[in-house]
């Protein structure tokens, strides 16, 4: 019987595990009823390059040949190898068990290789080879057709294996899954869950059933799935991996959370419901918080409009205002301080007004994408961070606009409102308008005699009601348990008593006063008067409301009294702290916008002692010599001054200053009098001094240090401020001193600024004194140098005259040198002359048209333009500014004589070009000459700073230097921009003539 041949190929890059799997092969080939041929490939790129051979090929391939040993990999090796067996070679079992978990036929660790493992492996893959494609083919049927998301996940949690189902629920392709773990798909709330799952299916836990979970999809959604996963082992009961079930449980959750939804918001409605039509307090900022954490908004608002306006015509009417408004915000959102629903941005939504007018809703999901909105409005709601808004109108049944409920989103919560939310807050609007007709006609009744009762006992308000007899006797009917409070007197005392029974004289003429009004006027008044009840001065205010009956006569007078004291103190303590907020703006202003010190720290020290009412108010200041000065005091009358009176001790103060400074503030009264001397007590007692509030001032000083080369910012103590009250104590409020010390810190700042100005000041001057000199010297080393030089030029030429013919060649060249070098330092003499007269011109600026400047220009350089055959284009109509016109002339004849001068082989072409700025002309002269490197750009406009040797371009260096000048003389810039062998564009600006108007002056 013929033995049957198996094509055996080893993929590996080492010679010697070919050998030595040979040796094994050969030794089957004698025993075994098969023959192995063994073949060798070094790379697996070979493998295509395999002859087509009827036998049978089991692959053993190097686990150093594939990237990864996932299932991806294997399935992709099997399609290349065109075989199902394949057997990996392994320096471990853990190994081995891995590439098993990827679909391996089998694994040889070479470590462990014996005659009978290897026959095994052979064993089974031509088992493998027998069996394997039609178990694939169904199970790979079953796998891929399968209904549900299948998936093979290595107990690491790895994708091994995914099905088609899978990647359509995730979104994922089959490569990508496999190269995730269910780690980075699983929803973050609930990874714990799912490890616990995963934990107690590895401990083969009878109870475990399927978990629910939310995966990640490919386009960033959660998507709730049903996991039921199996652990699969191989028989030494080593877990291999997990065959996972993922069922699709997107749409079960979704109605299970819309059911739960609409519960939610029953139940919200329910909750309102009781409170708006059983509840004789309504908080409607609670009732907007059970809706709107129902529905899941950021915001909800509730608003009513003042419809018993005759002129009222809807929300579009400019008179109309909003009469309530109530709001709710959840706690991840900020609100704002100037909300967008008032009249004044209503009146701007124009399609808001046509809606409302019509009775529709609002009804949009992302304000973004609206269609139905312009850009304006886009804008208005981005502004206001909102992405989704819902609005549902509330009408009388007159069909008259009562209401608005709303709700909308903030940042990325865009929200897709369904029709229960519409339908919500259609009935919520119908019931808060029901409820608020009801509390109106209950605050219309309060007036009247069936007062509620339980209002009545519990009212903080001291309530009464007074009977009026027929000789207008005033008698108490009824008093409320506040009322005996206030008065100090049980309900058997006052009860059937006339109010001057049991009131004083004082409160009664007040009262019967306030009374009469009453009588004549038929309306309801208040008044407040200070009263001494109970052993106590409080502040009250009373409210006297007369009841009128059919035949409109007064026949009783209902009243409250309530104690208002502390809002008085309130009212007086906001008008305080808005007194003291203005002086600081006041002071700061003036600080930013003085530059006068001494009328800073004059103004401060006033204001202080007007705003504070202090007796006293003085700034100290520490002088150099270690002395102290008082600079600037304000006093009240009958205060003496120490400004000029008192000879200060400077330790003393030295002693304020390290106090303030530990708590940037000292407070010095009576009770800490003992930590200063004798001699300063008695200074204090001298002066009436009571109270003194110490504030440091400092001032930020610049320290060079010259070891380390830096500048270093300290805090110097410049003086101290001091607030002083005399003859009694005063106690200083915590908002008084924090004022003070803002108030000191604008003083820094003041100080600081001051010495920052002076310091500039000296600079400028000091600059401004040494260019005089400088163009002063340079006049007159340039007049002067003329002299000499002329000299020098006229001996020569009278040696080269009378010595020429007794002279050599070479005493000619020399002569030759000194004339030219003459001649260069003539013109160089020139140039510096012309340079220094720039600056020294006065008055010279007029009106000029910079047309005519061009022209003479170009007229003067008229010779140059022919030799060179110069192109010279102007774009522009140049314009008429306020100049210096001989000034100008020379600024265009330098840039154009030196684009001439610099040009290239080409012939030279000039384009001379002008653009209006807000505040200025900008100028420009382009050409096609040799260009500048950008390292020298700027060193050009340098005075005698050249690029060029004398023999290559002749010149002096002062050409652009005298432009710059020129140009900065006129208030404007000039700059270069150029590349080597590109050409060249000279830039300079002029300010305007709006723009110039001062520049003569200056």
Known sequence: MTKQVYQ????????????????????????????????????LDLVN??????????????????PLLNHSTITELKSRCRSNSIIILVDSDRTGANVINAGATDY?????????TLERSFRLAKLALNRSTQIEANFQAIFEQAGVGIALLATSGQFLRVNRRLCQLLGYSEAELCSLTFQDLTYVDDLQASWEYVEQILSNSSSVKSLTKRYICKNGHPRWVNITASLIKNSQDYPLYLITIVEDFQESKQTEEKLQHRLILQQALAKAAKQLTGQEKINFTEILAWIGIAVGTNHAYFATFATDNPEFDGIWQSKTTSHQIYHWWDSQTTEPTNYFFNSCLIENLTWFQEQFKCNQNIIISDLKRSHELNQQQQDLFKSLEICSLLAVPVYTPTNQLWGIVGLDTRGDN????????????????????????????????QASEALY??????????????????????????????????????????????????LSSE????????????????????????????????????????????????????????????????????????????????????????????TILHTTVTQLQTTLHADRVLLVQFLPDGT????????????FSLKDQVELDSVYWQQLAELSVKENFYLQQDKNLTQLSSCDQQFLQTYHICTNLVLPIFRRRTIKNNQIKLEQEINHLWGLLCVQQCNQPRTWTKDEIELLQQLVGQLNLALSQ???????????????RSNAELEQFAYIASHDLQAPLQTISNYVQLIERRYGDKLDSKADKYINYIVDAVQRMRTQINDLLEYSRVGRQKNTLRATDCNLVLEQALANLRAAIDYNQAIINCENNLPTLIADFSQLVVLWQNLISNSIKYRSLQQPVIIINVQAQENYWQFSISDNGIGIEPQYQKRIFQIFQRLHTQEEYSGSGIGLAICQKIVERHGGRIWVESQLGRGATFYFTIPNSNQFSNLNKT
């Open 8 to 43: 055996i190929i080893l993929v590996d890059e080492s010679l010697e595990n070919y050998h030595f799997i040979n040796q094994f092969c050969e030794q089957l080939n004698q025993t075994a009823n098969c023959f192995y041929q063994l073949d060798w490939l070094n790379t």
């Open 628 to 639: 102290s000065q008082i600079t600037e005091e304000e006093v009240v009358d009958r205060v």
């Open 108 to 116: 040889l660790d070479l470590t462990q290789l014996t005659l009978s």
């Open 453 to 502: 009762q339980n209002i009545f006992n519990h009212s903080t308000d001291g309530i009464f009601l007074l009977a009026i007899q027929p000789d207008e006797q005033l008698i108490y009917e009824t008093i409320n348990p506040a009322y005996e409070q206030i008065i100090g007197k049980n309900t058997t005392e006052i009860i059937g008593k006339s109010i001057t029974e049991v």
């Open 507 to 598: 409160i009664v003429h007040l009262f019967l006063r306030q009374y009469h009004t009453c009588l004549e006027t038929f309306a309801p008044l208040d008044y407040e008067q200070t009263l001494e009840l109970a052993g106590e001065t409080h502040t009250w205010r009373t409210i006297l409301i007369p009841i009128i009956n059919e035949e409109q006569q007064v026949i009783k007078l209902q009243g409250s009294i309530r104690d208002i004291t502390k809002e008085k103190l309130a009212i007086a303590t906001q008008i305080r702290h808005t007194r003291y907020r203005h002086l600081l703006r006041s002071i700061t202003l003036n600080i930013r916008q003085s530059l006068d010190l001494t």
């Open 49 to 66: 390059n395999l002859s087509d051979s009827p036998l049978e090929k089991i692959y053993i391939i190097a686990a150093q040949q594939l």
């Open 754 to 768: 001051a010495e920052l100005l002076e310091s500039e000041i000296k600079q400028r001057q000091e600059l401004a």
């Open 414 to 445: 865009y929200k897709f409102w369904s029709e229960e939310e519409v339908q919500l807050l259609k009935i919520i609007g119908k019931i808060l308008y029901i409820s608020c007709q009801r509390l109106k006609t209950q605050a219309k009744l």
